[in-house]
């Protein structure tokens, strides 16, 4: 304890107008301080460097060190890898085969089926693919699959790339016999076996092995009838759409029946209506087909709603692109499932106005919904023939260049090939300066009033396609 002799004793006076000095002044802040802050705790201060004490001085690598190592500290992610790449798939997969199937699904989404990117599905958490990832088959399946896909796609056709898909190929159809010779039915339909049986018709269709599609999809149908039919589906949209996709482009493929919606019109099973999903339209006169300077008679009553149906559909597409929006999740499966089911049943006269603009829907059907011929060497076999041998028969197209215009345009860009050029040119040149258009705006204008998508079919395609019939020389004419 400090005794008083310590405390210093200031006297100051009021008369004296002389102030203190520096020292005096000082040694008053100072106690007048301690009383303040007497019981109050502070932060420890370091203490400064003694003067003349020398500071170790840091080398510029050293410092570049540092500097390396606080940045890539800053700079690791959140997250290294992927949520599946992180989870126990199963037979314990290699990573490059996890990487592989993973570029796979990105790829079938941004190159095959692009219009789905206007599509409202919602994102889905991980935890709805653990299911499928823990399924041996499936994985094997996918495996076989995505190198399938790089072997066509990318032509990358390696010994090496052959023998992963062909490995995977043996234990995954080696794991479905065991599965579909099990008592326990429920396991030989679940969405993963769905998906298994569904990636082999693709498979074989991708490769015009026809035959063998039928076969794998035959099974799958009953897969489906045993789960309930294919309304059974709805909660899971992606799965019926490939399901409906591999059905139609089979049928498209050989010209037969579809396998799906035979016992009861679709219009029963799977209604449509334009007025479910309501959206304003500037000119809805052209979602009518009756229009004198598009068709020069009324068309069928099934086939003009077909028609209504995808001239609404385009315009939805072309405005979500426009605004960055997209669509609701339904009005895709159901322009599939039912406009496409029932150009598919109907049947008019060789020649006539309702069959070409029926094979003028499915054309442009199988560009927006199916969309091979962006992917696949594989076209579809009979098809492109039907549509060549209603064009040579049709005997009305003076009456509706328009409508010609539409035709010719769609099928030079989803159907026909290369050898078609020496009378589609000249045609297309033709019914083009029949309806007083030079210019490829004057030409667009026309088409938006006709099932036509922009994102697929506009660009550099459809542009490209009028370009070449102008700027081609050939002695040729319309299709004899």
Request: glycine share 6%; aromatic share 10%; with cysteine.
């Given at each position: 304890?400090?005794?008083?002799?310590?405390?210093?004793?200031?006297?100051?006076?009021?008369?004296?107008?002389?102030?203190?000095?520096?020292?005096?002044?000082?040694?008053?802040?100072?106690?007048?301080?301690?009383?303040?802050?007497?019981?109050?705790?502070?932060?420890?201060?370091?203490?400064s460097?003694?003067?003349g004490?020398?500071?170790?001085?840091?080398?510029?690598?050293?410092?570049?060190?540092?500097?390396?190592?606080?940045?890539?500290?800053?700079?690791?992610?959140?997250q290294?890898?992927?949520?599946?790449?992180?989870?126990?798939?199963?037979?314990s997969?290699?990573?490059?085969?996890?990487?592989?199937?993973?570029?796979?699904?990105?790829?079938?989404?941004?190159?095959?089926?692009?219009?789905?990117?206007?599509?409202?599905?919602?994102?889905?958490?991980?935890?709805?693919?653990?299911?499928?990832?823990?399924?041996?088959?499936?994985?094997?399946?996918?495996?076989?699959?995505?190198?399938?896909?790089?072997?066509?796609?990318?032509?990358?056709?390696?010994?090496?790339?052959?023998?992963?898909?062909?490995r995977?190929?043996?234990?995954?159809?080696?794991?479905?016999?065991?599965?579909?010779?099990?008592?326990?039915?429920?396991?030989?339909?679940?969405?993963?076996?769905?998906?298994?049986?569904?990636?082999?018709?693709?498979?074989?269709?991708?490769?015009?092995?026809?035959?063998?599609?039928?076969?794998?999809?035959?099974?799958?149908?009953?897969?489906?009838?045993?789960?309930?039919?294919?309304?059974?589906?709805?909660?899971?949209?992606?799965?019926?759409?490939?399901?409906?996709?591999?059905?139609?482009?089979?049928?498209?493929?050989?010209?037969?029946?579809?396998?799906?919606?035979?016992?009861?019109?679709?219009?029963?099973?799977?209604?449509?209506?334009?007025?479910?999903?309501?959206?304003?339209?500037?000119?809805?006169?052209?979602?009518?087909?009756?229009?004198?300077?598009?068709?020069?008679?009324?068309?069928?009553?099934?086939?003009?709603?077909?028609?209504?149906?995808?001239?609404?559909?385009?315009?939805?597409?072309?405005?979500?692109?426009?605004?960055?929006s997209?669509?609701?999740?339904?009005?895709?499966?159901?322009?599939?499932?039912?406009?496409?089911?029932?150009?598919?049943?109907?049947?008019?006269?060789?020649g006539?106005?309702?069959?070409?603009?029926?094979?003028?829907?499915?054309?442009?059907?199988?560009?927006?919904?199916?969309?091979?011929q962006?992917?696949?060497?594989?076209?579809?076999?009979?098809?492109?023939?039907?549509?060549?041998?209603?064009?040579?028969?049709?005997?009305?197209?003076?009456?509706?260049?328009?409508?010609?215009?539409?035709?010719?345009?769609?099928?030079?860009?989803?159907?026909?090939?290369?050898?078609?050029?020496?009378?589609?040119?000249?045609?297309?040149?033709?019914?083009?300066?029949?309806?007083?258009?030079?210019s490829?705006?004057?030409?667009s204008?026309?088409?938006?009033?006709?099932?036509?998508?922009?994102?697929?079919?506009?660009?550099?395609?459809?542009?490209?396609?009028?370009?070449?019939?102008?700027?081609?020389?050939?002695?040729?004419?319309?299709?004899?």
């Open positions: 304890m400090s005794s008083l002799d310590d405390t210093p004793f200031i006297l100051s006076t009021s008369g004296n107008n002389q102030p203190e000095d520096p020292h005096t002044r000082k040694l008053i802040r100072r106690h007048v301080m301690l009383g303040k802050n007497r019981g109050k705790r502070f932060p420890l201060r370091r203490k460097a003694r003067k004490t020398p500071t170790t001085k840091a080398s510029s690598q050293d410092t570049c060190l540092l500097a390396n190592r606080n940045d890539s500290f800053f700079k690791i992610p959140r290294i890898g992927s949520d599946l790449s992180s989870m126990a798939w199963a037979d997969v290699d990573v490059s085969t996890m990487a592989t199937i993973m570029d796979f699904t990105r790829f079938t989404k941004k190159s095959m089926h692009r219009v789905e990117k206007y599509i409202d599905f919602p994102p889905k958490g991980i935890e709805w693919m653990e299911p499928f990832i823990q399924d041996a088959a499936w994985v094997h399946m996918m495996a076989f699959s995505s190198y399938a896909v790089i072997n066509v796609v990318r032509g990358d056709s390696t010994q090496l790339v052959d023998q992963r898909a062909s995977h190929f043996t234990r995954s159809m080696r794991l479905l016999r065991e599965r579909l010779l099990e008592d326990d039915k429920t396991l030989s339909t679940t969405n993963s076996t769905v998906q298994i049986v569904l990636g082999l018709a693709t498979h074989a269709n991708m490769h015009g092995d026809f035959e063998e599609a039928r076969c794998h999809l035959t099974g799958l149908h009953r897969m489906v009838e045993l789960r309930g039919g294919i309304g059974s589906f709805r909660p899971w949209p992606k799965l019926i759409l490939e399901i409906l996709r591999t059905d139609i482009s089979l049928s498209i493929h050989c010209g037969i029946t579809p396998l799906f919606f035979q016992s009861l019109s679709t219009d029963v099973q799977w209604p449509y209506s334009l007025d479910r999903f309501p959206h304003k339209r500037e000119n809805e006169y052209a979602l009518s087909s009756h229009c004198p300077d598009l068709f020069p008679n009324v068309l069928d009553h099934e086939l003009d709603r077909a028609w209504r149906i995808l001239v609404d559909f385009s315009f939805r597409i072309n405005n979500a692109v426009l605004t960055n997209h669509l609701p999740r339904d009005i895709l499966v159901d322009t599939v499932a039912s406009v496409m089911y029932g150009l598919l049943r109907m049947r008019f006269a060789p006539s106005l309702d069959e070409l603009t029926r094979l003028g829907l499915l054309a442009f059907g199988t560009n927006v919904f199916l969309q091979w962006q992917s696949f060497p594989v076209g579809p076999a009979c098809f492109p023939s039907m549509l060549r041998e209603s064009l040579s028969q049709f005997r009305q197209a003076d009456e509706c260049p328009h409508f010609m215009v539409w035709v010719l345009l769609i099928g030079a860009s989803t159907v026909f090939g290369a050898d078609d050029n020496t009378w589609l040119h000249p045609w297309l040149r033709s019914i083009t300066t029949a309806c007083g258009v030079h490829w705006d004057d030409v204008a026309i088409l938006h009033r006709a099932p036509w998508v922009d994102v697929l079919h506009h660009g550099d395609l459809g542009r490209g396609i009028f370009a070449e019939a102008y700027n081609a020389d050939y002695s040729g004419g319309r299709l004899a």
